[in-house]
């Protein structure tokens, strides 16, 4: 081949832009997406069945979290999703809410504790009541992958809580997840689980003026981002009140 065309190749090469960065977001709606957080365990014989159902309901009905506490890790096995701020939240639910006990498997709805989460006709009827109210916080959630596996997240806001305050969460959160346990109450399981919080950031305070923003970076192996996605909420700090939810799938290129 003659050298010059042989360069212009080469500079033909070089020349090529480089692959876009995958980015995907959303934007909150006007009326209130509920929220449904479940506090579980890998070590509670309980749990399982609340795991299933987390993991059965209906997409985009509701941004749903499940939170794995580090409580029971005594026991005999040691929750691999476990985390001590999740067993704090569950802590300060209790608090709020005037609740003596925490316990597992827990459903908090909206702020508070939804002992009825195993009747099908309860949740639904749930769903819709919030879901029929109007937001008092928008939001909008941005997720880029800037290389393989390194993300950058961003969770913007503005709240009109009544007290004046307001504080955004931010999590990742992961399914098709799958656990053979060896130990414990339930030894000898294979549990499969959705909706897993992976990751965890906040309480980030809003403003005197109700706005809030904030990024993170994100650089996890182990997570896989084709079934995972993110989920941010804000609520009243001092009552619980949900002031509004929102999710985003991640987006890989």
Known sequence: MDKHVT???ASLVFCLPAP????????SGATLTPLIELYTSEGCSSCPPADRWLAGLPPGKAVA???HVDYWDYIGWRDRFADARFSARQREVAR???????????????GRDFRAWSQ???VMQGIGRVAAKPARAKMSLTAEEKSAGNWSLRVEGD???RQGR???YLAVIENGLETEVRAGENAGARLRHGNVVREWFGPVAAAADGHVAFSRDLKRADIDYRKAGLAAFIED???GEVLQALALPFCPA
């Open 65 to 67: 979290l499940a939170l």
């Open 96 to 110: 709020r809410t005037g609740g003596r006990v925490i316990y597992t498997p827990q459903v908090v709805f909206d």
């Open 120 to 122: 099908p006709g309860a």
């Open 237 to 239: 700090p001092d009552t």
């Open 166 to 168: 307001a504080v955004a």
């Open 7 to 9: 360069v212009l190749i």
């Open 159 to 161: 709240a009109a809580p």
């Open 20 to 27: 876009a960065a995958a980015a995907c977001s959303s934007e």
